[in-house]
């Protein structure tokens, strides 16, 4: 069969008109740094990659090497292209300038360089997870104000899964496709044509030791889930955590489900565990374009307007049907 390269799929699109050169190019570089940072992970202990730094990121965390290796990775990738006006990063506290010498472009680039990162010492998948916004003010120099732009404004959004196979997720705002890497070949062809989230499900997806800090919305739901069909769902649910989101949020665009990190008692101080710019508006604009929703209990994760670079937000994203059971609970509440 004929393979489609993920340069022909970006080519096709630009021809079509729904991306321009400059958004092709950023795509082209993200998948380029994708791949070193997948033979960078693949290898291991080998490569002496595993462990920490002893330093901590911008979150309060330990850094672990490959936090550090994939966020080089992403930085000197994007810094030259000309495609760029800056980037934002997870592991980094301010926005990050294009070097000087090098032209700025129209787009700002954030993203979470390793996600899951827990994972990695025990060889379990991890990601990449990215989002894409124009700069608003093409002539001027980009501050953090630039980046809080709410996820509706997101030119495209992806990840990279380092998986059992590499592949890369992509939206432009026409549909989801997948991409799966051929490392011998050296580049991702296109597998996966416009994912969707069917609209039902029977799995979800929490970490099930918080369920002491939960609040009573989510605790509602979740205890009716696993009541089974002897409860008042009146079916059987099935319950997957990798502590990874783009694997969880992986498996819920490839075969449906919920996926939530609610508030808890726990989190509520920072406003909830995942990132908004770098990991919900991202995963929530890919979500929305399969056919699926993504909230925070009750708002549209695409239409929070960010107020910090680090903001934190509660997720619950997956299956329609779902998301708007649990959006109900949270609105009876009020
Ligand atoms: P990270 O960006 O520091 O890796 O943290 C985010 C991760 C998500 O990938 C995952 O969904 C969640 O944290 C797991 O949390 P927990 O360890 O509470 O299960
Ligand atoms: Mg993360």
Not at 36 to 61: F, P
Not at 201 to 211: C, K, L, V
Not at 242 to 265: C, E, K, N, Q, W
Request: aromatic share 8%; with cysteine.
């Amino acid at each position: 069969m004929r393979r489609v390269s993920l340069s022909q799929f970006l080519i096709e699109e630009q021809r079509a008109g729904r991306l321009d050169a400059d958004l092709r190019l950023l795509v082209e570089v993200v998948a380029r740094a994708v791949k070193a940072i997948a033979v960078t992970i693949s290898k291991g202990k080998l490569w002496d990659v595993h462990g920490e730094t002893g330093v901590e990121n911008v979150q309060g965390e330990v850094q672990k090497k490959l936090d550090v290796i994939a966020n080089e990775l992403l930085l000197q990738a994007n810094e030259w292209g000309g495609h760029l006006a800056a980037m934002a990063s997870e592991e980094v506290e301010e926005i990050c300038q294009i070097p000087f010498e090098y032209p700025r472009g129209g787009y700002l680039l954030l993203f979470d360089p390793l996600d899951g990162s827990s994972n990695i010492d025990v060889n379990i998948s991890v990601g990449t997870i990215f989002s894409v916004l124009r700069n608003p003010d093409r002539e001027a120099i980009p501050t953090e104000a630039s980046f809080l732009q709410p996820g509706t404004a997101q030119a495209a959004s992806g990840y990279a899964i380092y998986g059992p196979a590499t592949q890369l997720v992509l939206t432009t705002g026409n549909g989801v496709h997948g991409f799966t890497l051929d490392r011998e070949f050296g580049y991702f062809v296109y597998t996966h044509p416009f994912m969707t989230i069917p609209y039902q499900t029977s799995e979800f997806a929490i970490n099930a030791s918080n369920m002491r800090f939960w609040e009573p919305p989510v605790r509602r739901y979740i205890e009716e889930l696993i009541a089974g069909k002897d409860g008042p769902r009146g079916r059987d649910f099935n319950m997957r955590w990798v502590a990874s989101m783009v694997s969880d949020v992986h498996r819920t665009l490839s075969r449906g489900g919920i996926f939530l990190y609610p508030l808890d008692a726990k989190n509520r101080a920072q406003g909830g565990k995942l990132r908004l710019l770098y990991e919900a508006n991202p995963m929530a604009f890919l979500v929305e374009q399969a056919g699926g929703a993504a909230i925070d209990g009750r708002r549209r994760i695409l239409e929070i307007v960010p107020q910090r670079l680090h903001q934190r937000v509660p997720v619950i994203l997956g299956s329609t049907e779902e998301v708007e059971r649990v959006r109900a609970y949270h609105e009876a509440e009020d």
